[in-house]
């Protein structure tokens, strides 16, 4: 079951989207608002897996509103402005419906919804089988696997990563931030030590004062506010006489 909620400042609108979901048995609709603010409440308080989110709302218009939550559901917005779509999608929206339309459109929405969260449960089972070997990463419209030991640095560009590998010489690139990444990267094996790298500490060859030699002779700058902590990681593995 897909739990849901609607936002669109427009009662009609509103109605006839609710009568559409009446009629598909996998959504389950919790509530409907006419006020995006009005909408995070609820967001907060239960899980919701869906949200049919109209564009041009009072106050908060449904662009921001979906790039002010911090782990926002699955998205299907709906307006009758074309010119939104591709604002829409850069969101990853699941869909897209341009008004007026009609109960076979929800129904599609709908179909892509399921996939999505069918998509979604196979990736958290995998990764709670394999959760501290492997990452799940979306890339090029495709979802691939990464072998954390595989990784041998992280490198930061503007709202992407740069994610280079051991094994192969072409690097994957995300749209993901360095803090997420960081934070999903097992602390034993990966350290940030500068504000555009993270590195697989078990491939360090040389340390000097500005930088860290990798295997393959390849250079990694060291940032001064991430010194002390790459110092304290080597004071406890030098060994001393």
């Known amino acids: 079951m ?13 109605q006839q989207m609710e009568s559409y979901i009446k009629k598909i048995p ?3 609709l919790v509530a409907t608002y006419q006020s995006a603010i009005d909408a995070k409440e609820i967001l907060e308080k239960e899980k919701i897996d869906a949200i049919f989110c109209d564009i041009n709302l009072p ?29 829409g999608f850069q969101l990853n929206a699941v869909d897209y419906l341009l008004k007026p339309f009609g109960c076979d459109d929800m129904k599609r929405a709908a179909e892509k919804l399921k996939k999505c969260q069918d998509s979604l449960r196979t990736l958290q089972d995998v990764s709670q089988i394999d959760e501290d070997d492997a990452i799940f990463l979306k890339t090029e419209y ?7 030991r595989n ?20 690097p994957i690139i995300v749209l993901l931030s360095m803090k997420k990444m960081e934070e999903r990267l097992p602390k034993r094996s990966f350290m940030r030590i500068h504000r555009s790298f993270i590195i697989n500490l078990t491939l360090i060859r040389e340390v000097s004062k500005n930088r860290i030699v990798l295997g ?8 001064d506010s991430y010194r002390d902590q790459l110092n304290a990681y080597i004071n406890s593995k030098f060994l001393t006489k």
Do not use: Q, W
Not at 59 to 87: C, H, Q, R, W
Not at 153 to 168: G, K, P, Q, T, W
Not at 216 to 223: K, M, N
């Open 2 to 14: 897909i739990r849901c909620i609607i936002i669109d400042d427009e009662p009609l609108a509103l």
């Open 26 to 28: 996998y959504l389950e």
């Open 59 to 87: 106050e908060l218009n449904g662009l921001d509103f979906i790039k002010s939550l911090d782990n926002p559901p699955m998205v299907v917005f709906t307006t009758a402005y074309s010119e939104y779509a591709v604002e």
């Open 142 to 148: 495709k979802i691939v696997r990464i072998n954390i």
């Open 151 to 170: 990784i041998r640095y992280v490198e930061a560009m503007s709202e992407y990563l740069r994610i280079h590998l051991i094994d192969n010489p072409r």
């Open 216 to 223: 393959d002779d390849i250079e990694i700058p060291i940032g």
